[in-house]
């Protein structure tokens, strides 16, 4: 574990190794993962149950607004889960914490597979409701960036022979790509879109009827307590896939009597 | 409900995505307790 820590605060790097070690990792994540996956795949549920059947249709949209309570959430955790690759990216960088650089590498296929979704719900929903599966619009196109940007990172992390490089290299990528966040959120207001504008915001009341409001927010719980899940079920097979790598290769070099390259 | 296929696809795709996922990474995890199991020597005699 490189000790190095140029400008930041040495309390928070000593803070975030001491509970953010790899064995503590496993320990917690195993205690915390029930709590994820369960809670998540019966909100998930139940949302679904409620919004295909009980919620009600439209009074424009008809019943393609059901196609809503699967693609929002989707939506959100595209950006979300590129959020918290950003913060991993620079825990990374400026602490060089290696659980970070695992997260991180986990975070971006998942992020990538849930943008897709994002994009193909999207797709099933504006052809019967705008007529046309894709439109070039400034919220459709961010968003395929961002699927680029994921791909992109998934890409530089696989691309060199030593992991660090590539963790470094992809960190650099994602703490750029972060620009895009903000240009997801607010292309409907800067831009004249096809896209609605959002309906449910932190200031003001949403705009989305209640009966409809309550699935959706169920729904946006659930799939975030599922992706939640799946970050840290793969991260915890990382951390053990590296030290079974690391055991190996000590194993190796004390045969063949030289030092270990971690 | 006159969409019902649209409706129906997108159900299934953000359903099976995250099964997919969660199913594989959680086959990753016991593949990885396994051969640690088995390499982490330390770990086989109860020290660790």
Known sequence: ?262 | MTHLPYIIAAYVIALGVPIVLATEALFRVRAARRRLDVTDIRRNRGSV
């Open chain 1, 1 to 262: 574990m490189d000790a190095r820590s140029p400008a930041a605060s040495p309390r928070t790097g000593h803070v975030l190794h001491r509970f953010a070690n790899p064995g503590q990792f496993l320990r917690l994540s195993g205690k915390v993962l029930p709590w994820l996956y369960w809670p998540g795949l019966i909100l998930t549920a139940v949302s679904l149950i409620w919004g295909l059947f009980f919620a009600p249709d439209d009074w424009q949209q008809g019943d393609t607004v059901r196609i809503m309570y699967v693609h929002v959430p989707f939506a959100w955790l595209a950006s979300a889960g590129y959020f918290s690759l950003a913060v991993c990216s620079f825990i990374s960088l400026v602490w060089r914490h290696p659980l970070a650089d695992l997260a991180a590498a986990e975070i971006g296929p998942v992020g990538a597979a849930f943008t897709a979704v994002c994009l193909a719900t999207g797709s099933l929903w504006g052809k019967p409701t705008w007529g046309a599966w894709w439109v070039w619009d400034a919220r459709l196109t961010s968003v395929f960036v961002l699927f680029l940007l994921y791909l992109g990172h998934i890409a530089l992390v696989r691309a060199f022979d030593d992991p660090t490089r590539g963790y470094r290299a992809g960190a650099i990528l994602a703490l750029v790509g972060a620009v895009n966040l903000p240009i997801i959120k607010f292309s409907v207001d800067w831009w004249n879109t096809l896209h609605q504008p959002a309906s449910i915001g932190l200031t003001g009341a949403p705009t989305i009827a209640t009966s409809m409001l309550w699935p959706l927010l169920f729904s946006a719980i659930g799939f975030t307590l599922l992706f939640a899940a799946i970050i840290v079920t793969r991260t915890r097979a990382a951390v053990m896939e590296r030290r079974i790598r690391s055991l190996l290769m000590a194993r190796a070099s004390s045969a063949t009597g030289q030092e270990a390259v971690p």
